[in-house]
Structure formats: C-alpha cells, structure tokens
C-alpha cells in the first residue's frame, strides 16, 4: 500500500511542498559582484602601466636616436597612442563601479586594441 503522496498542482509540486526540492525564486537575485570587477579594474590599470612603459621607451629611444623629424614624430604618436587607451581604460575603470557592469562595448574594444597596436608600430618604427 503507497502511503500519501504530496499535492501537485497544473505544473507540479509547488514551492511549499516537502519533497525535497529547493524553492523556485520568483524575484531577481541581486548580483554578488565578487573579486571579479576589482579583478577587471586592476587588468586595465596594469595594461595602462604597461602601455605607459612602453611610450616612454619610445620617447627614449627617439631622444638616444637622436631628434630627426621621424623619430619625433612616432614618439609623439606612441604618446597618443598611450593617452587615447589611457582614456578607453578610464571610462572602462570607472564603468566597473556599477552593481552590474555593462559589457565593453566593440567601439571601445576597437579603440583599445587600435591604440595598442599604434604603440607598437611606433615603437617598432623607432627601434630601426
């Protein structure tokens, strides 16, 4: 003989009934943000270092090359270069603040890798 069974409603057990299983929500969770923005905020700002170390090697090495138009011109590009990702990544740093971060939109995206691929070329440009 099969003791009671539980009461099922259209869709099944509901959220109150014993049969082990866990209460459906029916509200938004909020969002436990975690390490996980500080993680983001501090990539950015170890890629601004870096990108900063890296247009002063460029402004070095066009001063130690000596000041020909070329040199100085890619010097100051790589140093436009570091100030447009420096701007990318502010607004980047400062978007992680909110309780659900958007996404990195692709324009900036876009502008960011475009930058870093600027330094490089002049520093590369530089470096011959």
Same mark, same amino acid.
């Given at each position: 003989?099969?003791?009671?069974?539980?009461?099922? !409603?259209?869709?099944?057990?509901?959220?109150?009934?014993?049969?082990?299983? +866990?209460?459906?929500?029916? +509200?938004?969770?909020?969002?436990?943000?975690? $390490?996980?923005? +500080?993680?983001?905020?501090? *990539?950015?700002?170890?890629?601004? $270092?870096?990108?900063?170390?890296?247009?002063? %090697?460029?402004?070095?090495?066009? =001063?130690?090359? !000596?000041?020909?138009?070329?040199?100085?011109?890619?010097?100051? #590009?790589?140093? =436009?270069?570091?100030?447009? #990702? =420096? !701007?990318?990544?502010?607004?980047?740093?400062?978007?992680?603040?909110?309780?659900?971060?958007?996404? %990195?939109?692709?324009? *900036?995206?876009?502008?960011? &890798?475009?930058?870093? %691929?600027? =330094?490089? &070329?002049?520093?590369? &440009? $530089?470096?011959?």
């Amino acid at each position: 003989m099969a003791g009671p069974q539980p009461p099922t !409603g259209p869709h099944g057990p509901g959220p109150d009934d014993p049969d082990g299983r +866990e209460p459906v929500a029916h +509200e938004p969770v909020s969002r436990d943000p975690g $390490l996980q923005p +500080e993680r983001t905020r501090l *990539a950015w700002r170890r890629t601004t $270092l870096a990108c900063a170390v890296a247009a002063s %090697l460029a402004a070095r090495q066009a =001063l130690h090359n !000596g000041t020909g138009p070329v040199s100085v011109l890619c010097a100051v #590009f790589a140093v =436009l270069a570091w100030l447009g #990702f =420096l !701007g990318v990544a502010a607004r980047r740093i400062r978007a992680m603040t909110a309780p659900r971060p958007p996404a %990195l939109s692709p324009r *900036a995206a876009a502008a960011a &890798a475009g930058c870093t %691929l600027a =330094l490089v &070329a002049f520093g590369a &440009a $530089l470096a011959r």
